[in-house]
């Protein structure tokens, strides 16, 4: 049995322009233990998905099951299996940090959760801050305190809905070191993110959406080999002929060209030298996530899924 199910999600926002498509007939299955990451731009329906899935919002058709429970009909068994962390930051501000997991802990009629609590604090990076108050947290800290929440119940299937927006660095490797802890003893997790660095690393799987489709649905690894194998990257203050900025992506100075072999390298460095354009910090790397994902969110590969 998957962990979790969609089965032809629809979900329809009627809006003062009309009937809005957020999501059109999405169906995968996460199995259990898998790594999972759902990616897409802004807007492509992720958090409507995600909110569906925790039962925040209700599907205009199809189903969501997770472990088996519908999400609508079997609402407190679903909710149960799954421990979700918000993109937004929402806390009681009167408790302090245990006081909040306990809080919680009793939401699910779970007595004496001490020993997890402890657990979840320490793999957290929280373990000092168990008597603070909420208010007294930084933004950060309080993103801990989410995490924490989410999973003092235990559940089989974590969710996570980009939980390193604008956190620095070591929290994000403090979560990605705990969450992968858990996922190596048996969770199942679902990622949102928009560090495709981070979902490359870390997920088994992705799924990709755009405006409300599923467009991309495949191993990591089998996603990365959709990208040209090599690129020649460096840096320019000049404008590309047109010819080369056709096929290049250029980030501020930084330009990177596909390139498939040291051949094609080497005709793109003499076309630049022709032009007579200075370039400099010059590099050969591999495509990575990003470059799968741009290319189908532009439309340059086929839709597969
Ligand atoms: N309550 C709502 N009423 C009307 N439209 C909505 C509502 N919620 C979301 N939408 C629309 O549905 C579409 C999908 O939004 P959603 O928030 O799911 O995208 P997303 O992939 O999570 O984006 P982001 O990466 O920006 O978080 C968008 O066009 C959005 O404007």
Redo the contacts with the bound molecule.
């Keep these: 049995m998957p962990a979790v199910s969609f089965q032809n999600v629809s979900?329809t926002?009627?809006?003062a322009r009309g009937e809005?498509h957020?999501?059109k007939g999405v169906s995968f299955d996460i199995e259990p233990g898998e790594f999972f990451g759902l990616l897409?731009?802004?807007?492509?329906?992720?958090?409507?998905?995600?909110?569906i899935l925790a039962g925040l919002s209700r599907a205009s058709s199809g189903r969501v099951l997770v472990h088996g429970a519908d999400v609508q009909s079997d609402f407190a068994q679903a909710r149960r299996s799954l421990g979700v962390v918000p993109?937004e930051l929402v806390f009681d501000p009167f408790f302090n940090v245990r006081e909040a997991l306990r809080f919680q802990s009793g939401y699910f009629g779970i007595q004496r959760n001490d020993d997890w609590i402890d657990e979840l604090l320490a793999g957290l990076g929280l373990a000092d801050k168990a008597n603070a108050n909420m208010r007294q947290l930084s933004g950060g800290m309080k993103r801990r305190v989410l995490v924490a929440q989410a999973l003092v119940h235990k559940p089989p299937v974590i969710v996570l809905d980009?939980p390193t927006a604008g956190v620095d660095v070591e929290l994000r490797q403090t979560l990605w070191a705990f969450v992968s802890r858990l996922n190596k003893q048996g969770s199942t997790v679902l990622l949102?993110t928009?560090y495709l660095e981070e979902a490359e690393a870390l997920c088994h799987r992705i799924a990709m959406?755009k405006l409300?489709q599923v467009v991309a649905l495949d191993k990591t690894s089998e996603l990365l080999k959709r990208a040209v194998a090599t690129q020649l990257c460096f840096k320019t203050d000049q404008a590309l002929p047109p010819a080369l900025a056709a096929q290049a992506r250029v980030t501020g100075r930084v330009v990177r060209l596909p390139a498939q072999d040291a051949v094609a390298v080497e005709r793109l460095l003499a076309q630049l030298r022709e032009q007579g354009i200075a370039i400099e910090d010059i590099e050969i790397r591999k495509a990575d996530l990003e470059d799968v994902f741009l290319d189908l969110m532009s439309g340059h590969q086929e839709a597969s899924a």
């Design positions: 979900k926002f009627a809006t809005l957020a999501l897409g731009p802004n807007g492509a329906g992720k958090t409507t998905l995600i909110s993109q980009e949102t928009h959406l409300g």
